[in-house]
């Protein structure tokens, strides 16, 4: 892809996702993540309708009549997004590949922060970290974020989703909402989630495509492993493959789900066929 083409695609998916941010989920968005941003900064007295979850009980028990906590919202926050960008992902059978709607996904969210003055960083991972680009804030940096995601090209096409948590832990030190994206056909990454949901503000989103759910019958058919890069004939009219195959990508599905769920992270599921924008939405309206 040449710079002028670049710089079109870039600019075409500025134009998309900035108005779904600055319309739809700017204001979503700050009531879902900035109430969380909080630091402790001082007790007073209870008063009439005063939330019983902030009192502090220490104090209370000092002075013998409740006082609360009162806290004040941090000014930024940062948000990581961590993208799959393992050969997997380079799949699609209607009108968008996996990795383009996780572009655009991403680059919808990164304005949203941006819009909310926080800062955004980028990890790129296949089964070891491709690119790592620390929280920075303002347009000119999400607009990096964005011609990374569309003209990286990984050295692996393996995944590796706990190499990628692992590597979160070590560069964030302080807390951040972070976005992973990928269709999670990978496994043996709920333990590391369980550290990272312990420190950040995690939630999984996965995309995926309709045809990878199940096999159709087509006979005999040559496939190949985007990630092993293997070929393979495959006779897809045995019900036994198509069932077999059925059982192993819902057995990635449900340890995605549980994964996350056990962890305290959120999920949301998009389907490339189907609007992410009401997906996005429902999810920030639901933990509003």
């Not at 500025?14 to 600055?22: C, G, P, Q, V, Y």
């Not at 019983?52 to 009980?57: A, C, E, G, K, Q």
């Not at 949901?197 to 939630?203: C, E, Q």
């Amino acid at each position: 892809m040449d710079t002028k083409e670049l710089l079109k695609k870039v600019r075409k998916i500025e134009i998309k996702t900035r108005r779904l941010s600055d319309h739809i989920f700017g204001g979503e968005y700050h009531s879902t993540f900035k109430g969380r941003g909080m630091t402790f900064s001082e007790v007073r007295q209870y008063q009439f309708g005063d939330d019983v979850r902030s009192i502090d009980w220490n104090v209370t028990a000092r002075y013998s009549e409740p006082y609360v906590k009162v806290f004040e919202e941090e000014r930024e926050l940062t948000m990581m997004l961590m993208v799959d960008v393992s050969g997997s992902e380079l799949f699609g059978t209607s009108i968008q590949f996996k990795n383009e709607v996780v572009t655009e996904i991403a680059a919808t969210l990164a304005f949203s922060a941006t819009q909310n003055n926080d800062k955004i960083g980028l990890i790129l991972f296949s089964d070891q970290v491709e690119l790592f680009i620390p929280p920075k804030k303002g347009r000119s940096h999400v607009l990096r974020i964005i011609r990374e995601l569309i003209e990286f090209k990984p050295e692996s096409k393996h995944t590796n989703v706990a190499e990628a948590l692992k590597f979160l832990t070590n560069v964030m030190k302080k807390k951040a909402i972070v976005f992973v994206l990928s269709d999670f056909i990978a496994d043996d990454y709920e333990h590391t989630m369980k550290i990272v949901s312990g420190k950040h503000d995690v939630t999984g989103i996965r995309v995926y495509d309709k045809r990878e759910e199940d096999i159709p019958n087509l006979g005999m058919v040559q496939m190949q492993d985007e990630e092993t890069g293997e070929l393979m004939l495959v006779n897809t009219s045995s019900k036994k493959v198509r069932q077999n195959y059925g059982k192993f990508y819902q057995d990635k599905v449900v340890y995605y789900k549980e994964s996350f769920s056990r962890s305290g992270a959120g999920t949301i599921d998009c389907r490339v066929d189907e609007s992410y924008v009401k997906k996005l939405l429902g999810y920030f309206k639901r933990r509003g």
